[in-house]
Nanobody
Framework: QAQFVESGGGSVEPGGSLRLSCAAS????????MGWHRQAPGNQRKFVADIGRSGRTTYADSVKGRFTISREGTKNTVHLHMNNLKSEDTAVYYC???????????????WGQGIQVTVSS
């Protein structure tokens, strides 16, 4: 199983910015894509952003132009830069990593423990 260290959540006023960070590690195997989902109270977990080892990124329409995901070189550490935050961005944000623990091209997604982001005046 992957180990995750998530950081950077908190409270901010509308229009403000936050940066989330996630470091993932495996005792063996490899990690390909990493990214974030979020879950607001009473709602399902939804995709936010993803980045591959090549740097290719994907975003949900709701965050395009406001959020930027980045990855530290070949490290399994990603950052989510969130700008112009809105109240509807309030949620628990979960880091994900697509892992292949046995190096057999059999990948599956694992999750971090989640971190709270609250946008409120």
């Amino acid at each position: 199983q992957a180990q995750f260290v998530e950081s950077g959540g908190g409270s901010v006023e509308p229009g403000g910015s936050l940066r989330l960070s996630c470091a993932a590690s495996l005792s063996s195997g490899s990690i390909s894509n990493m990214g974030w989902h979020r879950q607001a109270p009473g709602n399902q977990r939804k995709f936010v952003a993803d980045i591959g080892r090549s740097g290719r990124t994907t975003y949900a329409d709701s965050v395009k132009g406001r959020f930027t995901i980045s990855r530290e070189g070949t490290k399994n550490t990603v950052h989510l830069h969130m700008n112009n935050l809105k109240s509807e961005d309030t949620a628990v944000y979960y880091c994900h990593a697509v892992v292949d623990p046995n190096n057999t091209d059999d990948y599956h997604r694992e999750w971090g423990q989640g971190i709270q982001v609250t946008v409120s005046s």
